[in-house]
Structures are given as C-alpha cells and as structure tokens.
C-alpha cells in the first residue's frame, strides 16, 4: 500500500527533485545564474501554460497578452508606489495584485467569449487580443502608452541605492523560482485531479466527455483562468529584471508560438514534459548561441523539424506512448 | 469633410484590402484543405518579396513575371515540404503540424538572412499615377489590387469549375470520405499544399508591386499576424471570407484614420488597429466561425 | 481507470511527510549554499602595491574587491592598512573586453555594422598602436562576444556570462536602447563597466546607473542639428513632425518639440505611426494641404523608405526633408534613384566627416586613434569589401573602443572604478567627433550630429559648417522634377 502510493506521486517527488537541483546549481555556480533563472522562467511559464495548452489541447497564441499584463501590473505597481512614498515591501505586493487583476479579468472575459469555438478557431481567434492590447495601450497613450514605463528609478527610490541589484536581480530570481515550483505543484495537483481528468479528457474527445457527464465549459475555464494568472506572476517578476517594457515587445506573438512549441516539444498534458521541453529549449539556444554565434538559429530549426519528426507527443509523451504497458512507467512518467 | 478626399481614402482602402486579401488566402486554403495552420506563411511572403526583387534588380524582369516564377517555386517547394516532412504529421494533432512549419519558418528566415544579409532594400517601379480629386493613386497599386482580386477569382473558378478542384474540396470536407471516393488524398493534400505555399509566396511579389522598398529577411512576420485575424474573421478555411476579410481590414486601416485623427487620439493609426481587433472580437460573438463559413 | 486518479486521498500523511522532508532539506542546504557564497557582510578587500616606474616613479596601490565565493578560500579578516601581503600579480597577458551583440534579428544589420567596426579599432589599437599601454608594457585586447540575436532574455543571460564566465575586464554595450536597458543592472551588480555605443536614448543614463558611459549623440539632439540648419536658410519656417512610436523616435520628437518651442518655430502636425506600419496614406492627406516648408521624420529603415516611396507617389512637397536612420544608407538610393535627391539625414558620423587630428590641435583638445583613412582600410578588411563604406555604427563602435584604450592608459589601471573616473573627466577627440560626458550621468555632452544630403547621386555632409564638404541645398526639387530626373546642386 504505502509503496504504491509513493509510485503514484513519484512524477511529483521527480520534479521537485529537479527543481532543488537547479536551485543548488544556482547556488553554487552564480555564473550561470542568469542562464538558470531564464531556464527557470521558460520552465514556470511552461508550466502555467501546460495546465491549459497542454491539458485541454486549445491552443491560446494570444497567451503572451497575460504574461503582457503581468508586466504592466507589476510596472504600473512599482510606480504607483514610488509616487505615493509606499515601502518596497508595498510596491512588490500591489504590483503582483495588479497583475494578478488585469490577467484574471482578461482571461474571463476572454474565455467566456472564445472557449465556445473549437479546436484552431479558438487558437486563431485569440491571436487577436495581444495585438488589440498593443494598440490600445499605444493609440489610447494608456499605461505610458509606446514610451513604455521604465521603472528603474522608481526601484533606486524604492529599495535604494544598496537594495537596487536586490530588487533587480535577487528578488526576481527568487521569485520565479518560487513561482516555477508553485505552478508544477498546481500542474501535478491538477493532473491527478478530476479537473485534470476532465481536461485529459475534453482533449482527447470533447464531445464524448460531455456526453459522460464532465462539465467541459466549466472545466475549460477554470483551467484557463488559472494558468493566464500564473503567467502574469511570472511576467510580474520579469518586470523587475528588465526594469523597461514596452508595448511592442510585451505582447508579442513570438512568445506565444515559442511556449506552445516548449510544451508541445516537452509533451502537452505530462507533468514533466514542460520541465524536459523548456530546459531543452532554453539550454540549447543557450549553447547554440556559445558556440555557434550567427548561425545558431539556423542549426536551432533543423534540430527541432528532426525532435518533432521523430517525437510526435512531444519527448515525454512519446516515452510515456512507447512504454505505456508498464503500470509504473505510466505512474513515474505522468 | 472633402468629398473626394473619402472617395480617395475609399479606393485606397480597397486597394490595401483586395493586397491584404490575397496574403490571407494561402494561409486559409492550406488550413482548409489540409488542417495545417502554416506558421511558415510569413516567410514565404518574404521569399516572394526577394523574388521580385532578385529578378528585377538582376534580369530587369518585371514583377508581374515574377509572379510566375513565385507560383512555379511555390508549388514545388510546398508539395515537396510536405512529402518530405508534413506527411508523416498529418494524422497528429494540429499542433504537431504547427510546430513544424514554426521549424520551417526560422529556416527559411535564417536562409535568407545569411543569403540576402539584413539590409533593407528596395528597387523603383513606377508606373505613374492617377489623379482623383486632389490625390493620388499609383498605377501599380492599383496593378497590385486588380491581380490580387483576379488571383482569387481564378483559383474559386478553379476550386469549383474543374474536377481537380472538387478533389480538393473533397479532402477539405472529408478527407476520410474523399479517400473512400477514390482520390488521392497524399497527392491531394501537396496539391493543396502547394498552391497554398504558391499563393503566400505570390502575394510576396503583389506586395513589392504596392510598396517596392522596406524588403528584409523579417518582412514577413507583420502580414502573418494580419493573416491569422483576419482568416479567422473570414472564416477558416473559406477563399471568399479571407479576401473579404482583408478588405474589410485594409477599408478600416484607411478610412477610420481621419477619424481617430479627427477626435484627438495620440496615435490614431494604432487605434485603428485596435479597432480591426474589436470588430473580430464583436463578430466572433456573433458569428462564431466567421463571416463564411466553410 | 486506476482508482488512485479519481478518488482516494491524494496525499497519505507517508507521502505528505516525505514532500515536506524533501522540501525542507532542499531549501536549507540551497540557503545555506547560498549564504556561504553570497556576498554579505564584508566583502574582502585586498590592497596590493605594483611598481610603476615612469618618469616619476612612483607606486600605485590598485584595490582590487573580490567576493568570496564558495570555491576560493579567504581569510576571515579585513586588512586595513594596504600592505603587500600578496606578491604583485602578474600584468595579465591580454585585457578581454567582451560584448552582446545583435548580428541576427531586427537589430542584426546595425549591430553588426558596429561589430565590425569594433573589430577595426581593436586591430588598430593591437597592430598599428601597438597594444594599451599599462605599466611600461603594451597589452593587446581580446574581444569575446555572443550574439544576442536582438532579444532582452538573450542579452541578460550573455552579459552575465562575459562577466562570470569570461571575465571580461570590460564591456561594450548591446545595440539599440531596449537591450542595454535590459543588460544595465547585471553590469551594475558586477560594478562592470559598460561603454554604451549603440543606446541612444537619455533615459538610460538618467536612472542613476553609474558605470554606463555614453559615446555617441543621446536621441534628444538627434534633429536639433537639423533644426538649425533649416533656421540657416529659412526663417519662421512651418514644420510637419512626425514619428515611428518608440522609444527611441519618440525622444527623438521630445528633443524637435523642446527645440522648437525654445527658439519659437511653429510645428503645425506632430503625430506618431505605429511601428509596422504599412500606410501612410492618412497622414499624407492630412500632411498635404498645410504646405509646409519641412518634414522631420523620426524613422527607421522600413518605414522611412515606405515613407519616402509614398510622398514621392503623391507628390507631397518640402522644401526641407530631414528623415532618421533611413536616407543614411546606400540601399536608399538603390532603391530610390533620383527620387532620394535632397533628402537629409542626421548622423553620428560619416565617410567624409571625420575630425582630424588639425581639428583637434585647433580646438585644443587631445587627439587619439586613427585618423578616417586608416579606419576605412581597416573596416574594409575587416568585412572584405574594398569598396565597403562604413556606417555610423561601425564609426561609434570603434569610438568606445578607443575612448576605453585612452581611459585605460590614462587611468594606469585595470579596476573599473578608476577607469570610470577618468572617463568621467576625460575631454577627447577621435575621428568619430568629440567625446565628453557629464559625469554623473554618464550622458555625451560633446558629440555633435552632423546632417548628410544626397546631392548627384552622393551623400554629402552639409552641416555643421566646419565639417561640411557642401552647402545645404534649399529647397529641394519637387518629386515631379526629381522624377523629371532633376537632382539637388548645391
């Protein structure tokens, strides 16, 4: 009993596992923390966008737009505060609420409007928010409009001179550790859930599940709403590393596109799939673009036609398919 | 508000549109017929744009005879994509297929990237202009319009006159169906394929017709975002919807500029912008699958 | 259906206990790790005595800080009184500046133009100078760089790793104002110091960063050059103003509008276009009844050439145009032919407008680094291109590379902070133009924009008057005569 029981949660005791690593890592190489924390943003967004993309099969290109307002929110926080005299502590925690705000009330409104379409009308059909909220915040001259709102003077008055790489760098990195281990604990918790079990199984036939019973709206929902708010936190921490965003690059496609080939490289729906696909991802651009300066792009696209040819449900989906009839690789590999 | 300035500002629009229609209708057809949203769509309107360009600069040959050239390179490109790499992804789910032609898109920017370099260039061909009013409208803008909308006439004629096209129209609704019937449906889908890559690779070449300079190795990637909405406005998979989709679009971006100008916006083209992204939203509401529905 | 999916408790207190443990054991360690290699409490400062002998000879004490990390063992206590405990370390063999570029993406093309014109100072600085000139030897430089293929997650991560990986003694910015933005606090928490060549914006600098030092024009005084050259042959005139929106263009626009409220100039429009923009038309219409004498456009390269094509279709006429970025290249008039007749440009620098070392004796300031010639040669071997004319990029490049060189050798050390110092007080000419900052900032004061127009077919320096090669053509023909085939004679 007590050992079926660990082999069921081990896909969650193996990430976690990861993560610890990669905080050690983090620890005792700081050289390549910068490099690590990025992996740990790809990875946490990858997460967050799994527990929708990856579990219902819909595919949102405008996902960029919650990441977007993450940024805002957080960027909109951090001047508030600095204007009205607020401690640092205030500032954080009114941006993450602001973000926290924006991004859920979008992604309600947003999925009560579109999750009634199916398959890739729905993924098209997104695609308009991030542009339509670039253009609002340029034309309306909203949210500092397409000067942008740079927040790196508000961080040196907020935190001072000595807190300023605390803020811009300790903080944030903290931050979307926390948050990379939050949203794969949501993301397993989910997935041995009957929420998780509804999702699986709207993505494999929508139209059976509703037949059986499971609450498909609902169900969507739900999970949409969670995962545009977790990405805003993540795009809340980002705010501080980068100290300048603007609208252009904070509600851009490429973003989108780029995640839903991370979770689809690492296996949509699979606890560990979007820990494998972004640390393959990230890590090999990373080295790529070491050691093949100018043309690591190009070796990059080869690489992944051959890793989508050869692994059609992305790496852990694959390994998962391949191995399917043994009951504990099924339990391991979730 | 001067009469003949809207009357201008009305035939401009159309012209931008009946442009913007011809680049969305790849991207429909390929996803009509073969369930494949094709993120190489982009890329390959670069790579018609560089047509035009190498050939004009190099052999004096027209734009319009790149066309050709761009329809020819199209299809063998797209059919042999899709033998060679789509095949094998038909069956999975949509965005396997997705992620391919995501692969295939930075390859082809990255190509011409190291083969054209990252300048931006241009070359002049002018063909003079027409009076209205006050204003003034390139002939080879309206060239640009006029082949656009006749592209799209020919290839419904096709799609619905001749038996090659009811195969593809076959597969698009029923692939399953179609294979029953008897058709091909691998030779059908590169067909489609094809024409699909053809047609994004011609609109390439229709757009150095509107504005002949501004081509670089990331030329593409503005026109795929305008695609996808307005496919999705037109309807998925429908030619007819995506044409008038983009006209609707190039109408709004036109005409709604005076107005945001007039009311004191402080960027009035990006609220016009924002406006096209309302009325999808709006539309979608009501008309959840576009305006034609396949 | 295995019933542990659907029903059953998730966590059995086995399970919850064993999460917790591991949890709990993780962050301990992880902190304490960390604590260990943070640099908390006293960062240990050593004090070494090198032996410099000059013409006064004298003993120069370098401080050096060094954090104490886990892989090093240091003494626990700090030694307060510089005494050479340590044996002088040996002059290191190379000093490495390293760099985040963008060679692809939508800042590829200009990046790499600045890379390689920074290739062709350094090979100056190492084969025709001899090396930096530190402690009686002469130390060649070493550049090490990544492309960041013009993304801020790129440039982040790469700027670090120069620093921690590399260890670059310096760093050279990244190209365009959004990425040095981005990489400014990792070179701030190193104490690096950046040499910013490739942002032009003022916000950069006025954050309270203090090791970024700015070698070219700051985008406020992009167009108040051109401002004044229009004032120089037309008085009162009326001015159309309009711009890309971002960032940089806008500041761009900030610094036309405080100009011209200043010296009391009348801008009768003044809007922005969105970055991608695929029409002008609205704007030209809008543009076309007010008649006005000048056009300044704040663009890039696509839009700027989209621009100047739809002008040209509707025949909406200037007597002035000044447009950014774009009129600066040769593809221009590839592109354009006759119809680029005229059109100005404002820029950092260009073939042709070099200072000379005359200039420099004449404005009594000090001289350093090639003179045009040999930095052309040098580019065009550099590209392998004889006939390669190197862009303002290449020029600015090259500029921090040598204002570094000089800072360097003045400061007689390799620490940061010195060289920052020197950097802030250092008045200096190369062929780029005149580098001074303030220096608190770190904001150029000195450069000045000079204004190219293409005149038959060449582009021409036309202002200031010191540097120009011919006299500003006002006002310039009509798209019609242009397309006539009428060029601009000065």
């Given at each position: ?334 | ?89 038909i069956g999975a789910h949509e965005l396997t297929t997705l992620l391919a032609t995501f692969a295939l898109s930075i390859f082809l920017e990255e190509i011409a990237r190291l083969n054209y370099g990252l300048d931006y260039r241009g070359f002049s061909w002018s063909l003079g202009v027409v009076k209205i009013f006050d204003y003034r409208l390139t002939y080879s803008s309206i060239l640009a319009g006029v082949i656009a909308l006749s592209i799209v006439i ?141 | ?490």
């Amino acid at each position: 009993m007590i050992k079926g029981k660990i082999i069921d949660h081990m896909s969650l005791i193996i990430m976690i596992f990861s993560y610890i690593i990669i905080w050690m890592l983090k620890t005792s190489f700081p050289e390549y923390s910068q490099m690590l924390t990025l992996l740990l943003y790809y990875i946490a967004i990858a997460q967050a966008y799994n527990i929708f993309l990856g579990m219902t099969g819909y595919v949102d290109f405008g996902y960029v737009s919650y990441f977007g307002l993450g940024l805002y929110g957080m960027a909109l926080g951090v001047s508030y505060a600095s204007q009205n005299n607020l401690s640092s502590s205030e500032a954080i925690i009114l941006g993450m609420i602001l973000s926290v705000i924006l991004a859920g009330s979008v992604a309600g409104v947003v999925g009560g409007i579109a999750l009634r379409l199916r398959g890739a009308f729905f993924a098209i059909a997104t695609i308009g928010l991030s542009q339509a909220l670039r253009y609002l915040i340029e034309g309306a001259k909203i949210w500092g409009g397409a000067e942008g709102i740079i927040i790196a003077k508000d961080l040196r008055k907020l935190f001072g001179e000595e807190g300023f790489s605390y803020a811009t760098i300790t903080l944030p990195d903290t931050g979307i550790f926390i948050l990379a281990v939050a949203t794969g604990i949501i993301m397993y918790l989910i997935r041995i859930s009957r929420l998780g079990y509804g999702l699986l199984a709207i993505k494999e036939d929508e139209d059976a599940a509703k037949v059986f019973g499971v609450n498909t709206t609902l169900y969507k929902f739900v999970a949409f709403i969670i995962s545009a708010v977790l990405t805003s936190l993540v795009g809340s921490m980002w705010t501080l590393k980068v100290t300048a965003i603007y609208p252009p690059e904070s509600f851009n496609i490429a973003f989108s596109v780029e995640f839903i080939v991370i979770v689809m490289l690492g296996g949509g729906g699979t606890v560990l799939g979007p820990l494998i696909g972004a640390s393959i991802y990230s890590l090999s651009k990373y080295y790529l673009g070491v050691y093949l300066p100018g043309l690591q792009l190009t070796v990059f696209s080869i690489i992944l036609l051959l890793i989508v040819l050869l692994f059609r449900q992305g790496i852990v989906g694959e390994l998962r398919s391949f191995l399917y009839k043994h009951e504990i690789v099924r339990k391991i590999i979730r | 508000m001067d009469p003949g300035l809207i009357i201008f500002l009305f035939l401009q629009g159309l012209v931008l549109g009946s442009i913007y229609g011809i680049v969305a209708v790849g991207l429909s057809l390929i996803f009509g017929i073969a369930r494949i949203i094709n993120l190489s769509h982009g890329a390959l309107i670069m790579w018609g744009a560089y047509t035009a360009l190498t050939f004009f600069v190099g052999y004096n040959l027209s734009p319009l005879g790149s066309l050709f050239i761009a329809i020819v390179v199209g299809l063998s490109l797209g059919a042999s994509i899709f033998y060679l790499i789509l095949r094998r992804l038909i069956g999975a789910h949509e965005l396997t297929t997705l992620l391919a032609t995501f692969a295939l898109s930075i390859f082809l920017e990255e190509i011409a990237r190291l083969n054209y370099g990252l300048d931006y260039r241009g070359f002049s061909w002018s063909l003079g202009v027409v009076k209205i009013f006050d204003y003034r409208l390139t002939y080879s803008s309206i060239l640009a319009g006029v082949i656009a909308l006749s592209i799209v006439i020919i290839l419904t004629l096709f799609l619905y006159k001749t038996r090659i096209g009811s195969a593809l129209r076959g597969v698009a609704q029923d692939p399953v169906g179609a294979y029953i019937c008897g058709i091909d449906v691998n030779k059908i889908y590169a067909l489609g394929i094809g024409i699909g890559f053809g047609l994004a690779m011609m609109s390439g070449v229709i757009i150095t017709m509107y504005n002949p300079t501004g081509i670089n190795p990331y030329l593409g990637a503005p026109y795929l975002l305008k695609s996808f909405v307005i496919v999705v406005l037109g309807g998925l998979g429908s030619i007819i919807g995506a044409y008038v989709g983009g006209i609707i679009f190039g109408l709004a971006e036109v005409v709604l500029f005076p107005l945001y100008d007039y009311l004191h916006f402080h960027s009035p083209m990006s609220m016009t912008l924002f406006t096209e992204f309302v009325i999808l939203l709006i539309l979608l509401l009501i008309r959840p699958y576009g305006l034609f529905r396949r | 259906m295995s019933s542990s999916q659907t029903s059953g408790k998730i966590f059995t207190p086995l399970t919850i206990t064993l999460i917790i443990i591991m949890l709990v054991i993780g962050f301990v360690s992880g902190y304490y790790a960390s604590a260990v290699s943070r640099p908390s409490a006293p960062a240990i400062t050593y004090t070494y005595s090198v032996p410099y002998t000059s013409v006064a000879t004298q003993t120069l004490y370098i401080e050096r800080t060094i954090y104490q990390t886990l892989l090093t063992s240091p003494p626990a206590t700090t030694p307060t009184t510089p005494k050479p405990t340590t044996p002088p370390p040996t002059l290191p063999s190379e000093i490495v500046i390293g760099m985040a570029v963008p060679l692809t993406g939508s800042q590829g093309e200009v990046g790499t133009a600045g890379f390689n014109g920074i290739k062709a100072a350094i090979k100056w600085v190492n084969e025709r100078y001899g090396g930096v000139h530190l402690f009686g030897k002469t130390i060649p430089l070493r550049l090490v760089y990544y492309d960041d293929e013009s993304s801020k997650d790129k440039v982040v991560q790469y700027t670090e790793r120069l620093i921690t990986v590399d260890k670059v003694h310096f760093l050279l910015s990244s190209y365009s104002s959004p990425l040095v933005f981005a990489q400014a606090p990792i070179a701030e928490k190193y104490n690096m110091l950046l040499i910013n060549w490739g942002g032009a914006s003022d916000l950069i600098h006025l954050q309270g960063y203090k090791m970024i030092v700015m070698v070219w024009t700051p985008a406020s005084l992009y167009m108040t050059q051109a401002i004044d050259a229009l004032l120089s042959v037309k008085k009162d005139p009326k001015i159309v103003l309009i711009y890309k929106d971002d960032e940089f263009n806008r500041m761009v626009a900030g610094g036309v509008r405080n100009y011209s409220k200043k010296l009391g100039l009348q801008i009768v429009y003044d809007r922005a276009y969105p970055t991608d923009i695929k029409d002008f038309t609205p704007y030209l219409t809008s543009i076309a009844p007010l008649k006005a004498d000048a056009l300044i456009v704040g663009s890039h390269f696509a839009d700027g050439q989209l621009l100047t094509r739809q002008l040209a279709d509707q025949e909406i006429d200037f007597g002035f145009i000044a447009m950014n970025i774009a009129p600066c290249y040769t593809d221009y008039y590839k592109a354009f032919g006759n119809l680029a007749e005229g059109i100005i440009c404002p820029s950092h620098w260009e073939v042709g407008a070099s200072y000379t070392p005359e200039i420099a004796s004449k404005l009594g300031v000090e001289w350093f680094g090639p003179t045009e010639e040999e930095f052309v040669a040098l580019y065009r071997e550099i590209v392998k291109d004889p006939t390669a004319r190197p862009p303002y990029h290449a020029a600015s490049g090259a500029a921090a590379v040598l204002i570094l060189v000089k800072a360097i050798e003045k400061a007689q050390s390799l620490d940061p902070m010195a060289v920052r110092k020197v950097l802030g007080e250092m008045h200096l000419i190369t062929f780029f133009g005149e580098y001074k900052i303030d220096p608190v900032t770190g904001i150029q004061i000195a450069h000045k924009m000079i204004l190219v127009q293409w005149q038959k077919g060449n582009l021409v320096v036309v202002w200031p008057p010191e540097v120009a090669k011919s006299k500003l053509v006002f006002p310039i023909p009509t798209w019609a005569e242009k397309k006539a085939g009428k060029q601009a004679t000065p």
